[in-house]
């Protein structure tokens, strides 16, 4: 990724933490001392509600928005999320597809289509999918998911590793600190793991 701009989309509800993904990927950003933009748009601000992180970083980066069409990567948090917001993508982005569906309010859950990576890999992305609540929870705690999807990220961002764990030392509260950590080291071994598999 050595362009002008590197576009980043995240993808997610309400209550999924993408805000505060953002701004750590922003951050680690910053710290690799690159100029970066971010911005955040919400739907609904309820829980459940549709949310998007931008992050925009470079040499100089003049606008926080990510223009149609022009995103090389795409954290999707939530399985809907991530067909929403393709027309962000660039064509043949990656996806990093957590296989969690959260219906949106109102919606009949049996009505969720369960072919969903199987459509977007059809448009001719890369999908890298991970049950990352699944790996969460084997870690010994739901609340370290994103963690894990920000170990699998890290892998395609020029941010070196020692720089995410001081992103995540500075804001994660203390009692949670190793287990994040060690949620961001099997992010990454996990995802090398797919990568080869692809």
């Not at 933009?37 to 990510?66: D, L």
Request: proline residues 5%; glycine residues 8%.
């Amino acid at each position: 990724m050595a362009k002008e701009t590197n576009n980043i989309l995240l993808s997610g509800t309400g209550g999924q933490g993408i805000i505060l993904a953002s701004r750590m990927i922003a951050l680690c950003a910053l710290k690799s001392d690159f100029d970066v933009k971010e911005s955040e748009i919400h739907g609904m601000a309820q829980r459940g509600g549709s949310v998007i992180g931008q992050i925009r970083f470079g040499k100089r980066v003049y606008s926080p928005t990510i223009p149609a069409g022009s995103a090389e990567l795409m954290l999707a948090l939530e399985e809907l999320e991530a067909l929403r917001y393709l027309h962000y993508l660039k064509e043949k982005a990656t996806i990093i597809l957590n296989r969690k569906q959260i219906p949106p309010a109102g919606f009949d859950p049996s009505q969720y289509p369960q072919d969903i990576p199987e459509r977007i890999k059809n448009k001719g992305f890369r999908v890298i999918e991970i049950d990352a609540e699944e790996v969460a929870k084997n870690l010994g705690s739901s609340k370290v998911e994103n963690t894990i999807l920000l170990g699998v990220l890290s892998l395609f961002l020029p941010f070196k590793e020692a720089i995410w764990k001081e992103v995540i030392k500075e804001a994660v509260p203390g009692k949670f600190l190793e287990l994040n950590l060690k949620a961001f080291e099997e992010g990454v071994r996990l995802g090398k793991e797919l990568l080869q598999s692809h």
